[in-house]
């Protein structure tokens, strides 16, 4: 999995086959020229549902929500009444997910504050794919084992259980 953390493209790849296992395979990158905070798009019912993916090899809560607000805002103004969905996908952990931060309107808030604030604020679903959320989500999905990873479920487990068997003998 480290391979996505590493290479944008990848982890917009990773996000694509997430969103496929959850909502079905009419899910694609979004490869207009101007993405308006947008990098993955489906359609369900006649309205948009889009994915923005934020990979950071050092993420900040801070920057993250600045992205997030700037990100949501961008395609809010693009689909207008359209938007049903807007989910923000990081290489982030939790942790950081969820660390709060003083912000310059001196309200506190950590990235899934304000997911929940501009949810409420917008009647639109907004949420954060973090980095574990996504581990989570391929572990748990045969296909998404093979299919990203050519494994399957519980090699990991396996292998590591091997070398320390193996270890432990010399």
Same mark, same amino acid.
């Given at each position: 999995?480290?391979?996505?953390?590493?290479?944008?493209?990848?982890?917009?790849?990773?996000?694509?086959? !997430?969103?496929?296992?959850? %909502?079905?395979?009419?899910?694609?990158? %979004? *490869?207009?020229?101007? $993405?308006?905070?947008?990098?993955?798009?489906?359609? #369900?019912?006649? *309205?948009?549902?889009?994915? $923005?993916?934020?990979?950071?090899?050092?993420?900040?809560?801070?920057?993250?929500?600045?992205?997030?607000?700037? #990100?949501?805002? *961008?395609?809010? $103004? %693009?689909?207008?009444?359209?938007?049903?969905?807007?989910?923000?996908?990081?290489?982030?952990?939790? *942790?950081?997910?969820?660390?709060?931060?003083?912000?310059?309107?001196?309200?506190?808030?950590?990235?899934? #504050?304000?997911?929940?604030?501009?949810?409420?604020?917008?009647?639109?679903?907004?949420?954060?794919?973090?980095?574990?959320?996504?581990?989570?989500?391929?572990?748990?999905?045969?296909?998404?084992?093979?299919?990203?990873?050519?494994? !399957? $479920?519980?090699?990991?487990?396996?292998?590591?259980?091997?070398?320390?068997?193996?270890?432990?003998?010399?």
């Amino acid at each position: 999995m480290q391979k996505f953390k590493t290479d944008p493209k990848k982890f917009e790849h990773l996000c694509k086959w !997430v969103a496929r296992e959850n %909502y079905g395979p009419n899910v694609f990158l %979004y *490869k207009r020229h101007r $993405q308006e905070g947008i990098d993955i798009i489906w359609t #369900d019912k006649g *309205k948009q549902h889009v994915i $923005q993916c934020k990979l950071r090899e050092k993420p900040l809560a801070s920057e993250l929500i600045s992205s997030l607000e700037n #990100d949501f805002m *961008k395609a809010l $103004q %693009y689909f207008s009444n359209g938007l049903e969905q807007f989910i923000f996908a990081t290489t982030a952990n939790l *942790k950081i997910v969820e660390r709060k931060v003083k912000r310059h309107n001196g309200v506190t808030e950590s990235v899934s #504050d304000v997911c929940n604030r501009l949810a409420f604020e917008n009647g639109i679903r907004i949420t954060c794919w973090h980095w574990e959320y996504l581990e989570e989500r391929v572990e748990e999905s045969p296909f998404l084992m093979k299919h990203l990873s050519n494994r !399957v $479920q519980g090699a990991d487990m396996i292998e590591d259980d091997f070398i320390e068997t193996e270890l432990a003998k010399y």
